[in-house]
T-cell receptor, first 113, second 112 residues
Framework: AQSVTQLGSHVSVSEGALVLLRCNYS??????LFWYVQYPNQGLQLLLK??????LVKGINGFEAEFKKSETSFHLTKPSAHMSDAAEYFC???????????FGTGTRLKVLA | GAGVSQSPSNKVTEKGKDVELRCDPI?????LYWYRQRLGQGLEFLIY????????KSGLPSDRFSAERTGESVSTLTIQRTQQEDSAVYLC??????????FGQGTRLTVV
């Protein structure tokens, strides 16, 4: 069985500060890991994904995430927050051959001026 | 079409009525998913279709919920005898073998 835990349902950062959104997963098979973003009044969009290969994955809008197998984590980071980053972020896990996604409960990011 | 299309975008229904929500996936996508997002909460998996395999219904919250998909085309999520607790945004997504899911804009269901 697979599961995803996102620590912190709400995160606030100052504009220009580091963004760190935490995601831990549980999977009995090698996982595929995803971060999705939902901007206000918009649908979910893929930010980045890890399937195989390089463990540091770069996505859109300056975000990146690192797959750490030993820590079962896939935390999302961005060096400098921008006001436009305010949104809800969802971590998800899947695995090869299943296509079934399990989503975390989401983290709402607030960027303070 | 260019993306996943869901209809209606908004639905207000009286408690006890049945509702049908429709999802048109991206052409060629073999996998289709339904999720529910209640106000202030995360995405809740409901059901998953993959090609002609038996659907994974493990997320359906009660027997009032059912979904169908014909082949690799349109899917319909049906909620019978709606309750106020069913009020939520119902999201549909589809994906191909690459694993990236594309989401529709959702159907906002309000049960009054």
């Amino acid at each position: 069985a697979q599961s995803v835990t996102q620590l912190g349902s709400h995160v606030s950062v100052s504009e220009g500060a580091l963004v760190l959104l935490r995601c831990n997963y549980s999977s009995s098979v090698p996982p595929y890991l995803f971060w999705y973003v939902q901007y206000p009044n918009q649908g979910l969009q893929l930010l980045l994904k890890y399937t195989t290969g390089a463990t540091l994955v770069k996505g859109i809008n300056g975000f990146e995430a690192e797959f750490k197998k030993s820590e079962t984590s896939f935390h999302l980071t961005k060096p400098s927050a921008h006001m436009s980053d305010a949104a809800e972020y969802f971590c998800a896990v899947s695995s090869a051959g299943t296509y079934k996604y399990i989503f975390g409960t989401g983290t709402r990011l607030k960027v303070l001026a | 079409g260019a993306g996943v299309s869901q209809s209606p975008s908004n639905k207000v229904t009286e408690k006890g009525k049945d509702v049908e929500l429709r999802c048109d996936p991206i052409s060629g996508h073999t996998a289709l998913y339904w999720y529910r997002q209640r106000l202030g909460q995360g995405l809740e998996f409901l059901i998953y279709f993959q090609g002609n395999s038996a659907p994974d219904k493990s997320g359906l919250p009660s027997d009032r919920f059912s979904a169908e998909r014909t082949g690799e085309s349109v899917s319909t999520l049906t909620i019978q005898r709606t309750q106020q607790e069913d009020s939520a945004v119902y999201l549909c997504a589809s994906s191909s073998y690459s694993g990236r899911a594309f989401f529709g804009q959702g159907t906002r269901l309000t049960v009054v």
